[in-house]
């Protein structure tokens, strides 16, 4: 009777080690970083001997913060892969895929929603406290998903494929901090070829007088006073743009990001210093804890962002 027994486990034991049954229960990517593959819409995670994709087809991924929920597909899919052997971007986005590693086992999801949650990538400048947006966190979870597995189904109330980023070219801002002043509006403006920041100035605050040492006149960013726009250009920009009723179609505006509206003592400050140059008058002007805004992104200038100098003459 002994004898049968240890037969008997001894056959368990070896049926259990046999890799050709393999069979996945439980899926797990989050620590794995996700990629694209270049010539078609296929977003995956591979770790080892595993894939996990999405076929994004049917999915637009935006430059606002947003949240979004897409039904799972024919168009927007999601597959499993088991592998016998390590997976490479070849195996997954080739158009003639290698003929090794081999699928030995696939689900594909029958139902369920993609969440994607966007966000800016904003990286913080330790020395001055400024942002700028350097691309867009898209953060992709299934809700409710089931995958047809051949010989069941697995079901996950929540599972969390993680994040997936698109870079993007931060703004520019290679201004030239010499400022020009519009003779009847008194507009201020610094511009390069491409784009220009824009302050609809308070006129009192640019006076031909020097301010006593460390006293410059204050005010905060408005929305018509004190207004404060950036612009990016999709053509040439010349100073004949500028000082005109209203501003022409071309160059064309590419991007417009408004400064958000002043808080006292905590944000959305100009402040003037003036003091006397040559024949006439320097006013160096500084923007302190701006925040320049677009839909449902923002980014900060910083503590101290000086916009530039402006000389004037009696």
Request: one cysteine or more; a neutral charge.
């Given at each position: 009777?002994?004898?049968?027994?240890?037969?008997?486990?001894?056959?368990?034991?070896?049926?259990?080690?046999?890799?050709?049954?393999?069979?996945?229960?439980?899926?797990?990517?989050?620590?794995?970083?996700?990629?694209?593959?270049?010539?078609?819409?296929?977003?995956?995670?591979?770790?080892?001997?595993?894939?996990?994709?999405?076929?994004?087809?049917?999915?637009?991924?935006?430059?606002?913060?947003?949240?979004?929920?897409?039904?799972?597909?024919?168009?927007?899919?999601?597959?499993?892969?088991?592998?016998?052997?390590?997976?490479?971007?070849?195996?997954?986005?080739?158009?003639?895929?290698?003929?090794?590693?081999?699928?030995?086992?696939?689900?594909?999801?029958?139902?369920?929603?993609?969440?994607?949650?966007?966000?800016?990538?904003?990286?913080?400048?330790?020395?001055?406290?400024?942002?700028?947006?350097?691309?867009?966190?898209?953060?992709?979870?299934?809700?409710?998903?089931?995958?047809?597995?051949?010989?069941?189904?697995?079901?996950?109330?929540?599972?969390?494929?993680?994040?997936?980023?698109?870079?993007?070219?931060?703004?520019?801002?290679?201004?030239?901090?010499?400022?020009?002043?519009?003779?009847?509006?008194?507009?201020?403006?610094?511009?390069?070829?491409?784009?220009?920041?824009?302050?609809?100035?308070?006129?009192?605050?640019?006076?031909?007088?020097?301010?006593?040492?460390?006293?410059?006149?204050?005010?905060?960013?408005?929305?018509?006073?004190?207004?404060?726009?950036?612009?990016?250009?999709?053509?040439?920009?010349?100073?004949?743009?500028?000082?005109?009723?209203?501003?022409?179609?071309?160059?064309?505006?590419?991007?417009e990001w408004i400064a958000i509206p002043g808080v006292a003592n905590?944000?959305g400050t100009i402040e003037v210093t003036t003091t006397t140059f040559?024949?006439?008058?320097?006013?160096?002007?500084?923007?302190?804890?701006?925040?320049?805004?677009?839909?449902?992104?923002?980014?900060?200038?910083?503590?101290?962002?000086?916009?530039?100098?402006?000389?004037?003459?009696?």
């Amino acid at each position: 009777m002994k004898k049968i027994l240890s037969i008997l486990f001894l056959a368990v034991i070896l049926n259990s080690c046999d890799d050709g049954d393999l069979t996945q229960e439980n899926i797990n990517f989050e620590s794995v970083t996700a990629q694209k593959c270049t010539k078609t819409n296929i977003i995956y995670k591979v770790k080892e001997n595993e894939a996990l994709l999405i076929d994004a087809s049917g999915i637009q991924f935006p430059t606002e913060e947003s949240t979004q929920e897409i039904d799972i597909n024919t168009t927007n899919r999601v597959i499993y892969r088991f592998y016998n052997g390590t997976v490479t971007s070849a195996t997954l986005c080739e158009t003639i895929p290698p003929a090794n590693p081999i699928v030995v086992d696939e689900w594909i999801a029958t139902g369920g929603k993609i969440v994607i949650t966007t966000k800016a990538v904003k990286p913080l400048n330790q020395t001055d406290n400024s942002t700028r947006i350097t691309g867009y966190s898209h953060n992709i979870t299934f809700k409710n998903i089931t995958f047809d597995k051949g010989n069941g189904t697995q079901v996950y109330d929540t599972f969390t494929f993680g994040d997936y980023i698109l870079n993007t070219t931060p703004l520019p801002f290679s201004f030239t901090k010499v400022l020009k002043q519009c003779p009847n509006t008194k507009q201020l403006y610094d511009k390069n070829s491409s784009e220009a920041l824009i302050l609809d100035i308070d006129p009192a605050l640019i006076k031909n007088e020097t301010t006593p040492l460390n006293t410059p006149r204050i005010a905060l960013i408005g929305n018509t006073v004190n207004k404060l726009t950036y612009r990016l250009f999709g053509g040439l920009l010349t100073d004949s743009y500028f000082c005109n009723t209203t501003y022409p179609a071309t160059p064309s505006v590419t991007e417009e990001w408004i400064a958000i509206p002043g808080v006292a003592n905590t944000s959305g400050t100009i402040e003037v210093t003036t003091t006397t140059f040559g024949t006439g008058f320097k006013h160096t002007i500084v923007l302190k804890k701006v925040k320049l805004k677009k839909g449902t992104n923002d980014f900060s200038l910083g503590d101290n962002y000086i916009y530039g100098e402006l000389q004037t003459t009696n």
